[in-house]
Every structure is written in structure tokens, then in C-alpha cells.
């Protein structure tokens, strides 16, 4: 099948009624629905599916073995996110395979797709938490005992679907299986639409990081409490806002942002008690995240004091600047005769992977340059571009 066909079938999955788009968040019923389904697509092509202890799933072509020629992606996504960033390269690994089965090809390396648990980091917080924790890159014990906005632990929400969280951990074997690894995902913003192009490889990825900003003033009563009285924690969380937007606009390649905030209790008549916001922060070249980070925190707790508040800045996941492997880039770009080739300010399972295997991405056009939001696009001219793009790469690799 196509992948434009596989994405018609797992269109109407994790829609999000309340903010549009899709909502589907590590374990839950949408996100678990689809792992089902591409272990029944799996099995359909014959491949031999395996779930490592970490939740993710193995969907092998001949052996697993070592030297493998890896593919996939996830299948979770943001918060009113789009169809495309995950699934496409979900939906292009298994219209390879067909398309591989079509032309008579049989992989003389062991082949596998691989998907990935909770990669948004939409849930319990932690981006690219399977390769993560695949890899060593976080602890067992931390990722456990993640909660989400319920208070529901990663232990328990694996467990209720049907993993078992004690496996959790650095998986060495697993690891060592992977010979390289490609990612093909939809482009996140407007480079390819730029350059006119289908389809590119990926050269690197800008360091990144996530901070949750905790204030606590005095919860209080919004008309009896005057001005001076106040202890309001929203005033230096706004004033963080504003901080964030100001010193990343004199910093060089940076980009912070706000996109999530918890006042407590939350009513339009109290005054908050405590806000908790997160300052997702990244800055291209290692250690520039941290001192963007640093500023930040000192207007925070400058803001704070002014408030009569306190700050507390706790750092929840970073990931170095990411280059690609150079050998593994040069070989996609000459199977498909030329390519551009991008850097991206988004993280990817990929990214984790990079630090210990070679691996690569492969990007297709997004002509709406959205992403993240129900917007994302791929013409379905460029999914099958993709998807016979991965193909080619995955007959070179495997031969
Ligand atoms: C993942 O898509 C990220 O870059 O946050
Ligand atoms: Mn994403
Ligand atoms: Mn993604």
C-alpha cells in the first residue's frame, strides 16, 4: 500500500476535537490504538514483530541481527498536532517495504522498522523518552516515576499497557543491532518550500532543552487583596515570557519559547498561589542552551523577588547539538541524485541515535512550513516522493 493509503487509514485516530488537529499522547488509548495497527501492518508484510524493554516496537525482515538497516519513527504527537510528524515515517517505512516486496528485492543485511515510545514528549514530558531510554540517555529510575497532568506515572500508564516498566533501561543489545538508522520525517518549517525540493537529507540539529519555571507567591482573593498586598507568581511568569522572547532575539540562532503554563488553582477571581511554566529553549553550538537559559532565569528570579515571590528553574530534558553522520548523508544523497541537504531547530529520535549509531534523516516538503499545529502538510505528490526516496535508500543500504 501507499503511504498516502496508510495515512487514510489512520486518519480518523487521536483527532482532537477541543484544539483540532490530533492528540495522541504516549499509551493512551489513540496512541495505543495505532501501535496495534502498524503491528497488525507489520505482520501483514510478514515482518517478525518484537517490543524491546522500552516500549518500543521492532518490526524485523529477515533475522534480527547485528549490522541492521533501521527505519521509523513515532506515533505519538503534540497537543492539537498534525497528521504528518511521526506517522509519515511510520506510514513511508511500510510502503517501502512494499514497494521493496514489489520490485523482488530481498535484503541481504537484516532489516527492521522501528517505533518509537512517547517521542514528543507529550505526556510525561521527556522528548524522544524511548530512544532515551534505549540508550542509556535517561535514567530507569527517572523515567518511571514521570508523571503526566493526572499524576498518572510512566510506570504505570506502560503497565496498564501491557509493558513492564522494571525492563526499563539502557538496552545495549538492542542498540547494538542497529548497523544505521533513518528517519524520514515531514520538514517542520519552511526550507524546503525555499529550496524547491520534494525531498532533503538532514544535516544537523540545534541543542535543545526544556525548563519548568515554579513560582509560588500567596493564593488571595482578586478583589479584596490591594495592589501592594499582593504576591502575585503571574506577574514574573509573564515577566519571563517576555524575557525569554527579548534575549533570545539578541542571541545568535536561538529560539525560546512558552507554549505551556499551570496556574494553581486556576480561577478568574484568585489570585494564583503558584504558576508552573515551561521555557522550551535552543540554541545552535553546546553550552550556549544553558547560558540562554541562565539569563532567562536571572530575570526570573529578578521578577520573583520584585513580587515578593520565589523561582525555582529545574532543567527536564537537553540534548547536544546533533550532526548526522557524514558517510551515511553522502550515500543517501547519491542514491537520490542530489539532494539539498538541511539543518533543523527540531529534535528527533534520530538525534539520540546519532550519539551511537550512524544515522540520518530524510525530510519531505511541508508546504504550509507549520508544524506542530493541525496545518502540517505533505502533498500526497511528496509522501510517495518520500516514501519511494526511503526505499531506494533502504535497497542501497541493505543490499
Ligand atoms: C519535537 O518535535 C521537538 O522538536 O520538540
Ligand atoms: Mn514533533
Ligand atoms: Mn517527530
Redesign the pocket.
Known amino acids: 500500500m501507499t503511504a498516502n493509503g496508510l495515512l487514510g487509514e489512520i486518519a480518523d485516530i487521536g483527532r482532537d476535537a477541543r484544539h483540532g488537529g490530533y492528540s495522541r499522547h504516549a499509551y493512551d488509548s489513540a496512541e495505543s490504538t495505532l501501535r496495534e495497527w502498524f503491528i497488525e501492518q507489520a505482520g501483514r508484510r510478514g515482518l517478525d514483530v518484537e517490543t524491546d524493554r522500552n516500549g518500543n516496537i521492532w518490526a524485523w525482515w529477515g533475522h534480527p541481527g547485528s549490522g541492521a538497516v533501521v527505519t521509523g519513527s513515532h506515533l505519538d504527537s503534540?497537543p492539537g498536532?498534525g497528521a504528518f510528524?511521526?506517522p509519515l515515517g511510520v506510514t513511508s517505512a511500510l510502503a517501502a517495504v512494499d514497494l521493496l516486496h514489489t520490485k523482488g528485492f530481498t535484503p541481504a543485511k537484516p532489516l527492521a522498522l522501528l517505533v518509537f515510545a512517547e517521542?514528543?514528549g507529550g505526556r510525561f514530558g521527556v522528548p524522544c523518552l524511548g530512544s532515551r531510554l534505549l540508550t542509556g540517555a535517561i535514567d530507569a529510575d527517572r523515567a518511571r516515576a514521570l508523571r503526566d497532568a493526572a499524576g498518572i506515572t510512566l510506570a504505570e500508564a506502560a503497565a496498564k499497557a501491557g509493558q513492564d516498566p522494571e525492563r526499563f533501561g539502557a538496552d545495549p543489545e538492542a542498540l547494538a543491532r542497529i548497523g544505521c538508522f533513518v528517519e524520514l520525517h515531514v520538514e517542520?518549517g519552511r526550507g524546503l518550500i525555499d529550496l524547491d525540493s520534494p525531498v532533503a537529507t538532514g544535516s544537523s540539529i540545534i541543542a535543545h532543552g526544556r525548563y519548568r519555571f515554579s513560582f509560588a507567591g500567596q493564593g488571595n482573593h482578586a478583589g479584596a487583596t490591594r495592589l501592594i498586598d499582593r504576591q502575585d507568581p503571574m506577574l514574573p511568569a509573564a515577566a519571563v515570557i517576555a524575557a525569554a522572547r527579548r534575549i533570545a532575539a539578541v542571541t545568535d540562532d536561538a529560539r525560546a519559547t512558552v507554549g505551556k503554563l499551570i496556574p494553581t488553582p486556576g480561577g478568574t477571581n484568585v489570585i494564583a498561589s503558584t504558576v508552573d511554566l515551561w521555557l522550551d529553549a535552543r540554541v545552535a553550538g553546546n553550552g550556549r542552551t544553558a547560558a540562554l537559559v541562565e539569563d532567562i532565569a536571572g530575570a526570573a528570579r529578578e521578577a520573583a523577588a520584585a513580587e515578593g515571590c520565589t523561582v525555582t528553574v529545574t532543567e527536564e530534558s537537553y540534548s547536544d547539538d546533533v550532526v548526522f553522520d557524514d558517510a551515511l548523508r553522502t550515500r543517501m544523497d547519491g542514491v537520490l541524485g542530489g539532494v539539498p541537504s538541511l539543518p533543523t531547530g527540531?529534535g528527533h529520535d534520530a538525534g539520540i541515535l546519532a550519539a551511537h549509531v550512524p544515522s540520518g534523516m530524510l525530510y519531505v516538503r511541508n508546504p504550509t512550513g507549520i508544524?506542530?499545529a493541525p496545518e502540517e502538510l505533505a502533498e500526497p505528490a511528496d509522501v510517495d516522493f518520500g516514501a519511494q526516496s526511503l526505499a531506494q535508500v533502504l535497497e542501497d543500504l541493505a543490499r
Request: avoid cysteine; hydrophobic fraction near 20%; proline fraction near 0%.
Open positions: 503534540v498536532g510528524d511521526g517521542e514528543e517542520q527540531a508544524s506542530h
